[in-house]
């Protein structure tokens, strides 16, 4: 057995080009791990001028030249950033207090309706389990709104890097995007000659890279001004910050989806109680969530490759337990890293053994 794994070994790595993929591999990972909040601001800015890539190479296609094609994009990001600090932001904040200062009513309307469960039904709960129940919701709950409450008070400093990175970030994404192909030619020349193997498996991952993300944007944004618009109808409160944390959700395949339904059908209940309105939200919540799953996902993710619920379920955990947020955000992307790498491989030996 151990002649075996010695001899998988030494044929892999005489091969000089899967040497150089994994020393990549384990690069990027390493300084991702080590450095990722540091790197936030640049990753973001990444992320940013991912999406602005195809809008403006469209214009290209069309006729505009690159400088122009740039700035018009650009000044497109500006006042959409501008948009959602002077307006969307300040409404959410609002919204953000308001709810959490109503969470203790939320929880008193729900241990009035746990209240109940004995006399309903008396011979599957006690009223010494609803009370235990009630009373330790009750006070997770109310430190969970007090916390959050004293802690938004309380983040100056966090407002003062969140400005910063608000003047770092739109710099960064236009220099991207202005000398894209100059900072690409002074990475690529601190790598070996001998890298076509890494060239390929890069070159698959930065399509589905710029799929996903150009995907998931327009996905967050569909789906949570969709939630919005259907929550104001039904004149539901806190629209504005259930729309975006639905948008959000989607980030979080198959979990994101039910961890939002919780503060939906909370809001909702606490509104309206049981009833005909509590119904029509749920369906309405419910009719979003399938089409986007069902007409949306398949639509603007045609081209990105497909990944069993099972593999994205493990990456999603993997990633988002290694690298928090971000890890969540590249779950997908980075699973398909790994299977195009995995792909790659027999088609080494067979050429070894060639």
């Known amino acids: 057995m151990n002649n075996i794994f010695s001899s998988w070994f030494q044929r892999q790595l005489s091969n000089p080009q899967l040497v150089i993929l994994l020393i990549l591999l384990a690069t990027v990972f390493a300084v991702v791990i080590l450095f990722g909040q540091i790197l936030g601001p640049v990753l973001v800015a990444i992320v940013l001028a991912y999406l602005m890539d195809t809008p403006i190479e469209q214009l290209q296609h069309r006729g505009t030249n690159k400088s122009l094609s740039i700035w018009l994009i650009y000044l497109f990001f500006i006042a959409f950033m501008v948009f959602l600090v002077v307006v969307m932001l300040p409404l959410l904040s609002s919204q953000i207090t308001q709810f959490l200062s109503a969470v203790p009513a939320m929880v008193q309307t729900g241990r009035d309706m746990l209240s109940q469960l004995p006399e309903s039904y008396p011979t599957l709960v006690s009223v010494e389990q609803v009370t235990e129940i009630a009373n330790a919701a009750s006070r997770s709950m109310t430190e969970f709104a007090q916390q959050a409450l004293a802690k938004s008070l309380g983040y100056i400093p966090g407002i003062i890097t ?98 939002v339904t919780i503060p939906v059908a909370a809001v909702a209940f606490y509104q309206f109680g049981w009833g005909g309105e509590f119904g029509t939200i749920m369906l309405v919540y419910g009719v979003i969530q399938a089409l986007d799953g069902n007409v949306l996902v398949p639509l603007l993710f045609s081209e990105v490759v497909n990944l069993h619920p099972v593999a994205i379920i493990v990456a999603v955990l993997f990633f988002g337990g290694v690298w928090g947020f971000w890890g969540v955000f590249f779950a997908i992307p980075l699973a398909t890293l790994v299977k195009a790498v995995i792909s790659a491989w027999p088609t080494l030996e067979e050429k070894a053994v060639q």
């Open 162 to 259: 969140m400005l910063i990175y608000l003047v770092l970030i739109p710099l960064l994404v236009f220099f991207m995007l202005k000398d894209k192909k100059e900072l690409f030619s002074w990475v690529t020349a601190f790598l070996p000659n001998d890298r076509s193997l890494a060239e390929r498996v890069w070159s698959e991952v930065d399509l589905q890279i710029g799929n996903y993300i150009r995907g998931k944007f327009w996905e967050m944004l569909i789906v949570g001004g969709a939630t919005y618009i259907a929550f104001v109808v039904v004149n539901l409160q806190y629209s504005l910050l259930l729309g975006v944390l639905v948008g959000l959700s989607v980030l979080v395949p198959f979990v994101g989806a039910t961890v």
